[in-house]
């Protein structure tokens, strides 16, 4: 039998992230940006979470000519209903983000300093 | 260093750490480190770009050593089943036989200096020794194995124009090693490249050997003029810092390697002459030689530990771990020349005419030897696939003709 372990705050950091893109494709640096975590905690959440089939990865064309193609990630539907299922875990990872945002300024809007394409 | 300037340095090193991230990943994560690679590409930020490129390099490294691990722990449990249920039987006996052979020379080349590092260091720190120095000798073999997988070790063995490049540059670099100030130690010059001592003769001497080995397959290639030049380079950089052991077994591995070619080839004729002038230059130099003073640790360590230890187990084991140094060319015919290399420099470590390598004290002999195993020229052309008849049944096989049955005419 697997075990499910409750989800760390990272984890959970990056999952809002997915669900409040809802059916749009995200690529991994904009998520480790708005979850507020390094590229070495975000993969191996991906990793799991794509193994796990709660999300879905697509290999992306770039549409600047020259650049290579992007990974990009979204919630499966099962990904989905997990994360309903969640309750106030979620809700209280969604206050903290919120508070964050509000001690250091952050913008709403998602911040991104990817090259403009 | 201006802004831009920086930045820049950023940016190179943050693609450096992404390649080292791509190299170091294991098969099955592979297209994850391509996702990586490819968001780099996207990162403006310099700065930003390096802390992502540095969190996937470490990740890599994670993933790397884990897989290591697991399939080390999967084969030990293998051999563990095998002992348990059938004893220490042949069976056992053959799935070692089996891992050894299909180990490459680097693995298994690594694994030795493993086994001999860790016996170093555990007679260093049984017997007294500085307490520093087994950790020392850990980190040059941490250091020089990360080269290792970091090196391009297909391209190396394969590309002849690589390798004759490598080769002059080697001997270049030797040659120039003796413009710079250099500190005269305990057994050999000494060169201080920031906080660290080494040896460059340790250290670029067995790779330069091995690069200028052409394939057997690829004599035709190329006339060999970068490695000839390399050899003669090394030659004159060992002639002037007084070498001549280093000198004589290059000489003798030069007269073996141009004897064992059975036809003469284009390009190599070059070989026994610069084997006669190394020989000749070993001469000249042993007379202005001088034996060097014995170090605890460093020199004739197997002498030390038979004289220390009452019990022989210590020293049997630190010996079967110094001739396992010589194990990938027995496994591996293309690597004959790497194991008979360092046969030559254990055998002349044993009287203390040179610093016993790798079970002593001594983080450029392990660098000298784990990155050597980069540069063994690939297998030939008959070794790379079993030939047909390898698989065909023998009753099935094509009886075989003399060459002057085959040419009768009918």
Redesign the interface.
Known sequence: MTRTRAPSQQALAVLLVLADAGEEWR???DI?TQADI???????L??RLEAQGQLE?VWQE?PTPG?????AYRLTEAGRAWLAGMGDALDQARARRRAAELQTGWAVAPRS???P? | MSKPAQTALRLVLARWLMRACLALMPKAQAPWAQAMAAELDEICAAGAACSFAFGCLALALKLRLLSTWQSAAASAKRMAGAFAYRGLSGRLLKQMHTHMHEASVARLGAASACLAVLMGGVFMATEGAPKAWPWMNGVSLAFALASLALLPKQGLQTDQRLRERLCFLLGGLLLASCVLEGREGLNGRWLQLGPVSVQLVWLLVPSLLLLSNVPAGQAQASRHLGSGLGLLLAIASLWAQTEPIWLLLMGLLLLLRSARRSEPQAGHQAEPLLACLALLAAGWSSQHWQMPSSQAFVDQVLLQAWSHSPQPLLTGLMLAALLLLVLPGWRHRHAREHSLLWAGLLLMSLPGFLPTPLLGMGGSAILGYVLSLAAVSGPEPDQQAPSKAAHTPRHRREPHKAPWRRLKPR
């Open positions: 690529h991994g640096y480790a390094k590229s070495g905690t975000l993969y191996p991906l990793m990865a770039s650049r290579p193609p992007r990974h300093s990817t090259k394409s």
